[in-house]
C-alpha cells in the first residue's frame, strides 16, 4: 500500500531556473494539496486540486508558481524563475475527500536555490 | 489575527509527565480537527482527529475539542523522549486544511 510519493526528495537549483515537484497520491484519493514549510515555521496552505481542477489557490504566489493535476499522472507543483527565497520544503498531502478528511503526507521535496 | 493559533513553546517536561498542547482557532465553520507530530527532518503525521465536542481518547494521547471556546487541546500522558517532535494543529472546514505554526515538544529523559 504505497503512500504518498513525492519526488524528487532534494531538488537544487539556480536562480531564475525552472523547479518542478511531483506528487502522486495515495491509491484511491482523488484530493492533492500542496504546503510550503520553511525552516523552523509551520506549514503553509498553497494549493488544493482534483483531478484536472484547481479547488482553492488561495495561498499560491500570484507569479511563478503554478499547479496542476492531471487526469493520468502525478499532481505537479511548479515554480518558474526560482529566487533564494523559495528555498523551503514542499509537502504534498493527499486525502480521499473533501477538506474535512484527514490527510496523508508525503515525504516532501526539500529545494535549495543556490 | 491568524486562522490556526499555537504556541510555538519549546514546550519542556520530565519524562512520565502529561504534556499539554494547545490551539485555537478563528473560523467558527470549522468541522474537523486534527493532531500531526513532526520529527525534525520529517513529514507530518496524522496522530489524532477530532470533530465533536468533548473528549477523544486514543492510547497515551487525548484531544479535547470546544467548539464554543473554539480551542483544541493535545494532552500525552506518560511522556517518553520519543515523544519529543513538533506538534502541528490543523483545522478544516470545507475545502482546504489550515495548519498551525506548531509547538515543539521536549521531553527530559
Known amino acids: 500500500n504505497a503512500g504518498v510519493m513525492q519526488n524528487p526528495r532534494h531538488l537544487v537549483r539556480r536562480r531564475g531556473q525552472e523547479a518542478r515537484l511531483r506528487c502522486s497520491p495515495m491509491?484511491?484519493?482523488?484530493?492533492v494539496y500542496w504546503y510550503r514549510q520553511l525552516p523552523e515555521e509551520g506549514l503553509k496552505f498553497m494549493v488544493y486540486?482534483?483531478?484536472?481542477?484547481?479547488?482553492?489557490e488561495s495561498g499560491m504566489p500570484k507569479e511563478r508558481f503554478s499547479a496542476e493535476f492531471p487526469k493520468e499522472g502525478p499532481s505537479i507543483l511548479r515554480i518558474q524563475q526560482v529566487v533564494r527565497g523559495d528555498s523551503a520544503a514542499y509537502f504534498c498531502?493527499?486525502?480521499?475527500?473533501?477538506?474535512?478528511?484527514?490527510?496523508?503526507f508525503g515525504q516532501g521535496t526539500r529545494l535549495t536555490v543556490v | 489575527q491568524k486562522e490556526v493559533e499555537q504556541n510555538s513553546g519549546p514546550l519542556s517536561v520530565p519524562e512520565g509527565a502529561i504534556a499539554s498542547l494547545n490551539c485555537t482557532y478563528s473560523?467558527?465553520?470549522?468541522?474537523?480537527f486534527f493532531w500531526y507530530r513532526q520529527y525534525s527532518g520529517k513529514s507530518p503525521e496524522l496522530i489524532m482527529f477530532?470533530?465533536?465536542?468533548g473528549d477523544k481518547e486514543d492510547g497515551r494521547f487525548t484531544a479535547q475539542l470546544n467548539k464554543a471556546s473554539q480551542y483544541v487541546s493535545l494532552l500525552i500522558r506518560d511522556s517518553q523522549p520519543s515523544d519529543s517532535a513538533t506538534y502541528l494543529c490543523?483545522?478544516?472546514?470545507?475545502?482546504?486544511?489550515?495548519f498551525g505554526a506548531g509547538t515543539r515538544l521536549f521531553v527530559k529523559a
Open positions: 486540486l482534483q483531478k484536472e481542477n484547481i479547488i482553492d
Open positions: 490543523a483545522v478544516s472546514g470545507g475545502f482546504k486544511t489550515i
Open positions: 491509491k484511491g484519493h482523488s484530493h
Open positions: 473560523d467558527r465553520g470549522s468541522q474537523s
Open positions: 477530532i470533530y465533536s465536542n
Open positions: 498531502a493527499s486525502s480521499p475527500g473533501l477538506g474535512d478528511t484527514e490527510a496523508f
